[in-house]
T-cell receptor, first 109, second 116 residues
Framework: QKEVEQDPGPLSVPEGAIVSLNCTYSNSAFQYFMWYRQYSRKGPELLMYTYSSGNKEDGRFTAQVDKSSKYISLFIRDSQPSDSATYLCAMNSGYALNFGKGTSLLVTP | DGGITQSPKYLFRKEGQNVTLSCEQNLNHDAMYWYRQDPGQGLRLIYYSQIVNDFQKGDIAEGYSVSREKKESFPLTVTSAQKNPTAFYLC???????????????FGSGTQLSVL
């Protein structure tokens, strides 16, 4: 079993929809949880960073961590075509990050 | 303007040839990383370095080599021993000052390597 599982999609939604992206993990030692956004053939950029269980909001984005269930989510409200990208979850593993495979999101006008 | 610079953006390798990918950062970060990204595979760690003149193998180090002679630079050489080198290569760095915020990785824009 991989330490971080993420549905690769693709996920297609109409503009304005609420998007829910999810990852599960198996290592209870993970403490830091991140979401990266990656546009095609570009480097990933850090979108959200959380440390504890609960919610963290930044504009249209909300990151949610449930350590008891080993489950993290990223919600995007009022999705825009510019949100079309691959979203990678990541969590710490000592010296480096463990990444999910990424979920491809397409927001259609 | 601080950041991580990878070059070249595109690179082509002939059979039996070694090629080197450049990664330079001016963020004053101690730790640097190389990841490989294949379609549908996510990011896989090749090598990482926590400090100058020291580096460690990641999950898929075979066929690759690195050096860390300067804090700012962490070049990756794809050797002829790497039989399937076609991939998108990403360099990243991290501040290891010990604060929570320093778990964040910052990435370069990537190098696409293809075999001729």
């Amino acid at each position: 079993q991989k330490e971080v599982e993420q549905d690769p999609g693709p996920l297609s939604v109409p503009e304005g929809a609420i998007v829910s992206l999810n990852c599960t993990y198996s290592n209870s030692a993970f403490q830091y949880f991140m979401w990266y956004r990656q546009y095609s053939r570009k480097g990933p950029e850090l979108l959200m960073y959380t440390y504890s269980s609960g919610n963290k909001e930044d504009g249209r984005f909300t990151a949610q961590v449930d350590k008891s269930s080993k489950y993290i989510s990223l919600f995007i409200r009022d999705s825009q075509p510019s949100d079309s990208a691959t979203y990678l979850c990541a969590m710490n593993s000592g010296y480096a990050l463990n990444f999910g495979k990424g979920t491809s999101l397409l927001v259609t006008p | 303007d601080g950041g991580i610079t990878q070059s070249p953006k595109y690179l082509f390798r002939k059979e039996g040839q070694n090629v080197t990918l450049s990664c330079e950062q001016n963020l004053n970060h101690d730790a640097m990383y190389w990841y490989r990204q294949d379609p549908g595979q996510g990011l896989r760690l090749i090598y990482y370095s926590q400090i100058v003149n020291d580096f460690q193998k990641g999950d898929i180090a075979e066929g690759y080599s690195v050096s860390r002679e300067k804090k700012e630079s962490f070049p990756l050489t794809v050797t002829s021993a790497q039989k399937n080198p076609t991939a998108f290569y990403l360099c990243a760095s991290r501040d290891t000052g010990g604060r929570r915020a320093n778990e964040k990785l910052f990435f370069g824009s990537g190098t696409q390597l293809s075999v001729l």
